[in-house]
């Protein structure tokens, strides 16, 4: 059965901090790709940033110099730095999992940035 938990999610204040975590099993993690996602009320979820098996990174305009992802293929964990944080980021963050056409998400977790 393959499960992602994601953990990290607060209630921080603007140009705070945050570290996003999901763990992975059920899956031979090293082989696929993973990304976060976010959604907030009323929007499609968008992605955040992802990671490649092959450690190549992309990321949205929006958090381009102030996020950073990477993973850890010995934890089988994927990880999203959150800096300077903006009241634009509070969403529900979701974890990803994607390798051709399978797809495995998380239940996401409460990102909250206000004062």
């Known amino acids: 059965q393959v499960q992602l938990v994601e953990s990290g999610g607060d209630l921080v204040q603007p140009g705070g901090s945050l570290r996003l975590s999901c763990a992975a099993s059920?899956?031979?993690?090293?082989?696929?790709?993973m990304g976060w996602y976010r959604q907030t009320p009323g929007k499609q979820r968008e992605l955040v940033a992802v990671?490649?098996?092959?450690?190549?990174?992309n990321y949205a305009d929006s958090v381009k110099g102030r996020f950073t992802i990477s993973r850890d293929n010995a934890k089988n964990t994927v990880y999203l730095q959150m800096n300077s944080l903006k009241p634009e980021d509070t969403a529900v963050y979701y974890c990803?999992?994607?390798?051709?056409?399978?797809?495995?998400w998380g239940q996401g977790t409460q990102v909250t940035v206000s004062s």
């Open positions: 059920g899956i031979t993690f090293r082989i696929y790709d």
């Open positions: 990671i490649t098996s092959g450690v190549t990174t």
């Open positions: 990803n999992a994607k390798l051709v056409n399978n797809g495995y």
